[in-house]
């Protein structure tokens, strides 16, 4: 054998030689002619259409973005979202594929332009929300106040959303015209979930009925008696009296009494973190002229102007890169820290179980921090300072003070293509099954698998150092004695005006005017001079469902808009005919005073005349009241029924069939054989 190789020793060389080169020459070849993974089917409809993986992976892209940019899209459809489950990532993806479809079909997706031009829609009505809320809670005084706020807020929104977009789009490596189209799809699923709303019709009797249910009103003088008008007659409560006060609500939450008083407090955290601050790690950068020149020349198209000019623009580019590069090793230097610390610990679902005398072993931010510099340092030869740790632990953090906190607070948690705010943090230690979350939250263990980062590409690397559980509060000074006393007198003092609720009523009869009922409450006060008198609203519009400012009063306060009243009032003009004059129902006063114990108020006021609806006002807000009312009756009809525009109800629809076995085990048995079982059909 040996003899015949050594025979023919150049010619199998040069056999064989030919055979790699063929093979060198043919491997390009081959893997363009391979099948991309991307390309694979993924689930198929009724109608041909397949989805393949490279269509879910742009679905999630979308979700993405959109998650950026309008959050509040990816929620719930009770709260103004479009419906799609978190829970599970390919079913989602394809939910959106299948919403976007079908809005298509009917004609409701415009391009880039439509979703630019959504936002400052959004930006209204979110900005509208807050006024709301702001109003609500006394922070909104008057109409020229809202109206001042809601100008502000709604191009702040929209200014913020526009920026969103427009990092969004760097982040994906996409376009900015993409995101607005994908902002023009939601768009275009809103409209199609809208339709469905207004499809019910209805006849001319019924939509002059509705619109008498709805837009028949009584014209009131009113005002409201705040408890604070008779809480400077409350004492001073003794020790005694403010502990059993405090008793009584300590276990409760505002929905469990009439009050609105509870002291329940939410689980509750104290809180250290470790930052990555990436201006830090960019000013520490030492610039290499010799680099920046190298990197001017061979990205010519990038900067197509002179090295003078451009030196500004190819130093902020080199910094970045190099900071990007030292801060991602910074991060393996953390990691490396807590996989050392941690080594052998077992797990249970993703989680560590820590050891009994964790507390004294555990990694310190300090000892972090500490070996980061040196060891960036001298890996990169730069002075980088010693990153900042912030220690909250003098005081329980829940996830609105989280929220609250800067930097930090606006961070968040990547885990796969979702995102988990750091304000979510307390209500890991409220979960009731097992954490499957993909974050490893415990008392103690820095959670940096993975960091939380901000938009600003800042890094945080946190800790908790305690817990305290959703419960009862202790003490009174763990809710704060200035508010349990201004609790207490609050209530005391709504005592004292719904004992006189008589007397206001037959003040304001016998005096025809509010005035008398004001000045009895106001001679509660020692000093009455030291307190502002109750402004009285004068002919606002009661309806069954709401009240309306009217013509003569710019602001009603929300805590007079609620039903017990609304109720009152109406059920008190009854009586009237509905043509009456205000003189004619100033012959006879009608008063209509209301103990409001959600406020801790009482409310008081005078019937003027009842206000029918008239034809002008028919003409112009019956399509708003027929849509509303069509609404509601599409809601009772389909109360038990499938939402149409579910997953489930979607992909039964178009017959969805699951392609990819995996995909269809993370969807669910029951969702692929509902849409298996429609198929075959």
Known sequence: MLRFIRKYQLFILVIGGSLLMIVFLLEPVLTRLAPSPMKAKVAKLEDGTNFTRADTQRANVAISLLRRVHPRALGPRSVGGIGLDPSNESSMALHWLLLVKQAEMAGLVGEAGDGVSWIDELAQMEARVIVISEAQQGLITNNAQAEQRLAELANQISNTMHTNASRSAGMARSTLDDVYRILAQARGVYRLLSAMQTMPSFSDVNAIHAAHEALDAVAINAALLDSNLAAAAVAEPTDEQLQAFFDTYKAQSPEDNEYRIGYTQPTRIALGWLTLDKNVFMNAVKVDRVEL?????????????????????????????????????????????????????????????????????????????????????????????????????????????????????????????????????????????????????????????????????????????????????????DVTRERVVADYKSVEGFKLLSARIEEFKSAIESGGDLAPAIELATSLVPNPESIRTPDVKRNILVRRDSI???????????????????TAVIAAAAGIDPLATPQAVAADPIAVVVALPESRSVAISRVVAPRPVSIEEFRALSNGVVATAGQQELAQASRDLEDPFSFKALAARYGLTWLDEDKAKEAGADESESAEESSEG
Do not use: C
């Open 548 to 566: 309306d400012r009217g013509r003569l009063t710019s602001f009603v306060e929300p805590s007079l808009n609620v039903e017990s009243f609304r």
């Open 293 to 477: 020149h190298k990197l001017w020349s061979q990205n010519r198209d990038q900067y197509p102007e002179e090295f003078p000019v451009e030196k500004f623009n190819l130093e902020a580019q080199y910094r970045e890169r190099i900071a990007t590069d030292m801060m991602i090793d910074a991060d393996r230097i953390i990691r490396a820290q807590i996989i050392t610390a941690t080594k052998g610990l077992s797990k249970t679902n993703g989680i560590l179980t820590l050891p009994d005398d964790w507390e004294s072993r555990r990694p310190k931010l300090e000892d972090i921090a500490r070996l980061v510099v040196e060891r960036i340092n001298e890996r990169f030869s730069v002075l980088l300072p010693t990153p900042q740790i912030t220690i909250i632990g003098d005081r329980w953090l829940t996830g609105n003070d989280i929220a609250s906190l800067p930097g930090y607070g606006s961070s968040t948690y990547r885990i796969g293509s979702r995102q988990l705010p750091t304000y979510t943090l307390p209500q890991f230690f409220e979960l009731e099954e097992p954490n499957t979350l993909g974050l490893d939250v415990q008392v103690g263990l820095p959670i940096v698998d993975p960091a939380a980062e901000d938009q600003l590409g800042n890094r945080y690397y946190a800790v908790i150092l305690d817990v305290r559980q959703q419960g009862p509060a202790e003490s009174v000074d």
